[in-house]
Every structure is written in structure tokens, then in C-alpha cells.
């Protein structure tokens, strides 16, 4: 995961040219079981499913708007798909089975072909059964560099996750359909990882600045993340560069789907930090462990990442609006809501597995939620109407937020709505295709929020 940017940097001109790059034979990704050290040392390996067997999967690194072809080649006891989470994707690629492809079966391949139009922090997971799959590992980064990168000493991939394992195997439990779990926050683990490690370490030196790309891929679990002997910068959010990067004052939330990309400099003389806080205290989520000196002063200022080409997004005040309302959970449990075209009790649902809903359906309905013509704008306001948080993300499209004073705030494809409150967002629907909308919390969507939308 350690990159050195030099060796990436390829010329602008030979990217000018990428929509008639020439179709290769693809690479294979499979999808497969294997075992890796997850726990402590003095543990014993962890039975894991991964993507060419480890946790995370093999990364994938591109300069922006070359092809990515890969064969999907299934040696699971399930069927699963790939979903690449935050790319503006063709959507016969997006790897949502009973929407976009069929899952692939065990046993069977599925190639993806697609070209990544953004630079920025991506990655990729399993989209069948997801609440077990990405809970068991199928997941991996996708790195798109930029053609004039910034300036950093390392660039280090950082996957955050949690995991519930047995304490006395290392094993992980197979409570994934836990009905608590499912009502409630979701499965949260009882131990994390970073890249698949307990407390990993890098070495740095003293005033190197590093490219930190964090990836939350744990099932539930909001990291609130935090530097200790570190400063520095958050330049990009969910892939998309920030106008004006954002000083790490304080902590901040990271929710499960989203990225992070931080420029910092060590400033530690002996070990600095990337922690999470939580309730009961904060607890290390890696090391870095400093041997030397880079420089005798950390470097001064930031700028800006180069800008991806996003569609423009100016005035939407006079645009149509749209409310999902999220319902259901544990201490607002649903009255009632509809699978298809049934009404069903409240108690009819549980038995089913159902817990929540969205806009008053515990599954994905027949009819979309949003059906758009291309190049349209529309506001969507995410009222949560439960006593928990969602990630609220969509497949296909990045989107800004609405701020509080109705200016608009940074481009994202998954937004954290927190108990009892409404984020709004604003969309240029350019992306044609039937596309996911969902709760990011993989227990909740299992559960019942999911939706779509369709450009057409």
C-alpha cells in the first residue's frame, strides 16, 4: 500500500487519449476463501473470504481515465458481484444483482469494463449478500491518481474495519442475520483493523508529509477520527477534491462507505497516531513510527487537489424536491409498511427480517423512487425519523450537499444523516441507467432500506 508518487506519474498526453484505449485480455479477480492473522499476535488466522484471497483485496492503482477490466472469477460457496463504489460508472458495470447484472453464481466469471472518469479514492466490494460478504473481507481499494499529484513522501491506503470474532478462536461469528443487530446500529465488531491488521505500523520520519487515504469499510461502525502528532489537512472527501482544504482541528466522522483524504505532516518525534474517539475513551486505529528527519521544519500551507470534471451544479432553488424518509428501528418500530404492492403489520415484517423502511417500503420497490431525465437537477432531503444513524448512499452520481443556509457544500456519494435529522443534497442526473439508493449501514439495508432511481 506504500506508493511512491514518482513511479505512478505517467504524461498528460498519453491520458488525452484514453476514451479509445484498445480492450486487453482482462485480469482476474477472484473471489475466494482464505485465512489471515486479523487478531493480535498469538492468535491464530482468521478464516476470511477475500478478493484473491487476503483482506483487503489486491489493489487496483490507474491514472485517471484509463480502463479498468477485470474478471470476476467466483470460487465462493455464494453468489456474489462487485460493486465500485464511487464511480460514475456505466451502470451495466454498477454490480447490482436484480438491477444492473445477475449474481454471479460459484463456480462462474463476469467481466467488468469500464473507464474511471475521476481521480480521487474509490474502492470496491462485494453487492450480494452484502451484510455477510463485506463483513467477511470482499472488499479492496481502488486508487485513481491524478496526472499532477501532490508533492507527498508517501501515499499510504488506509482501510478501516471491524470485526466481530470469537474471543477464544479468532474466528468471525456467523450471527449475520442477528435480529438486534439488524434493528439496532448494525454489526459492530469488537476488534478493528486497518489493511486487514490489528495496530499496523508504518515508518515515517520526522516533518514527511504523507497522503493519507482513509476508507471506512466496516458494516456500521462511524469512526471518529482523529491525528496525534500529526497535522494536517482533509483535501478531499468521498474521492472529490475540496475547493479549499479544511484544517484538522478536531476530530471528524467518517461513516461507513466513506473516504477521507488527508495531507499531514509528522511532527512526533518518536511515534504519532491515527485514532478513533469513541464514547468510552479513544482507542489507535495505526502507528507511525518515526526514524529520522525528512526535513528540519514541517512544509508550510496546502493547495487544492486539481478538480475532477463533475457537471455544474449553481442555482437550485427552483429545482423539484424530493423526500425519502427513513423509518422504523428499534424504539420507532414500523406500524406498518409495503413489500411490493402489500401492506404488511408491523409484526408481519420482523418475522420477515424487516426492521426499517424507506418512504414506507421495507424493500426495494418495483417503482423508482426518483425518475429523471438526463441532465436534470433535483434536491433530495433525507429525513431520519429513527432514533439512529444512516449512511445514505447513491450508486452512479456524486451530489453536493446542501448546507444549513442553503449554500452548497462539497461533493459526496454517501451522506451521514444523524438521529432525528434532515440533510439535503442536490443532483445533476447525468448518468443514464437504473441506479441503488440505500443505507451503507449493510444491516439496514439488508433489513429494508433500499431504493432507486432511474435516469432515463
Not at 472469477?73 to 460493486?83: D, I, Y
Not at 466513506?258 to 511515534?271: G, H, N, P, S
Not at 525528512?294 to 424536491?321: F, K, M, Q
Request: hydrophobic letters at 40%.
Amino acid at each position: 500500500m506504500n506508493l511512491s508518487r514518482r513511479s505512478l506519474l505517467k504524461s498528460a498526453a498519453a491520458l488525452a487519449v484514453f476514451p479509445t484505449l484498445a480492450r486487453s485480455a482482462p485480469l482476474t479477480l477472484t473471489a475466494r476463501e482464505g485465512a489471515q492473522l486479523i487478531a493480535p499476535p498469538g492468535y491464530p488466522e482468521t478464516d476470511i473470504w477475500g478478493f484473491d484471497g487476503s483482506v483487503p483485496g489486491s489493489p487496483i492503482h490507474l491514472q485517471q481515465g484509463e480502463r479498468v477490466q477485470r474478471r470476476l472469477v467466483n470460487e465462493l460457496p455464494q453468489a456474489t458481484s462487485v460493486h465500485w463504489h464511487g464511480i460514475r460508472i456505466d451502470n451495466a458495470m454498477d454490480g447490482v444483482p436484480g438491477l444492473t447484472q445477475e449474481a454471479v453464481p460459484s463456480g462462474a466469471t463476469f467481466d467488468y469494463d469500464f473507464i474511471v472518469p475521476d481521480a480521487g479514492t474509490y474502492w470496491y466490494h462485494a453487492h450480494n449478500k452484502s451484510v455477510e460478504q463485506v463483513a467477511r473481507g470482499l472488499y479492496g481499494p481502488l486508487i485513481v491518481h491524478e496526472s499532477e499529484a501532490p508533492d507527498v513522501e508517501q501515499d499510504l491506503v488506509l482501510m478501516l474495519d471491524d470485526w466481530r470474532l470469537d474471543p477464544e478462536t479468532a474466528q468471525i461469528t456467523q450471527d449475520f442475520d442477528n435480529g438486534h443487530d439488524l434493528s439496532h446500529a448494525g454489526r459492530l465488531g469488537n476488534l478493528t483493523t486497518v489493511n486487514g491488521a490489528f495496530d499496523p505500523s508504518f515508518p515515517v520520519q520526522q516533518n514527511q508529509r504523507l497522503r493519507l487515504r482513509l476508507v471506512n469499510a466496516a458494516n456500521a461502525r462511524v469512526f471518529t477520527v482523529g491525528l496525534d502528532g500529526m497535522s494536517g489537512w482533509i483535501v478531499a472527501l468521498d474521492g472529490m477534491p475540496l475547493a479549499e482544504p479544511i484544517p484538522i482541528e478536531d476530530t471528524f466522522p467518517l461513516a461507513p462507505a466513506q473516504r477521507a483524504d488527508l495531507l499531514v505532516d509528522v511532527l512526533a518525534a518518536e511515534t504519532a497516531s491515527l485514532f478513533s474517539q469513541e464514547r468510552d475513551g479513544a482507542f489507535g486505529l495505526a502507528r507511525f513510527v518515526v526514524a529520522g528527519q525528512a526535513a528540519s521544519t514541517p512544509r508550510a500551507g496546502v493547495r487544492p487537489l486539481p478538480p475532477n470534471p463533475l457537471p455544474e451544479l449553481t442555482d437550485i432553488n427552483n429545482v423539484p424536491r424530493h423526500e425519502m424518509r427513513l423509518q422504523g428501528g428499534a424504539m420507532r418500530w414500523l406500524e406498518s409498511a409495503r413489500i411490493g404492492e402489500t401492506e404488511l403489520s408491523g409484526r408481519e415484517l420482523a418475522q420477515l427480517g424487516r426492521f426499517w423502511a424507506l418512504n414506507g417500503y421495507a424493500e426495494r420497490p418495483d417503482d423508482p423512487f426518483l425518475d429523471a431525465s438526463p441532465g436534470s437537477v433535483h434536491r433530495i432531503a433525507f429525513v431520519n425519523e429513527t432514533v439512529f444513524p444512516h449512511a445514505m448512499h447513491l450508486h452512479g452520481h456524486h451530489f453536493r450537499l446542501i448546507l444549513p443556509d442553503g449554500s452548497l457544500g462539497p461533493w459526496r456519494d454517501t451522506v451521514l444523516v444523524e438521529r432525528g435529522e434532515t440533510r439535503e443534497i442536490a443532483l445533476v442526473t447525468d448518468n443514464p441507467g437504473n441506479w441503488l439508493l440505500h443505507c451503507h449501514m449493510l444491516g439496514h439495508a439488508a433489513s429494508g432500506m433500499m431504493s432507486w432511481y432511474r435516469v432515463t
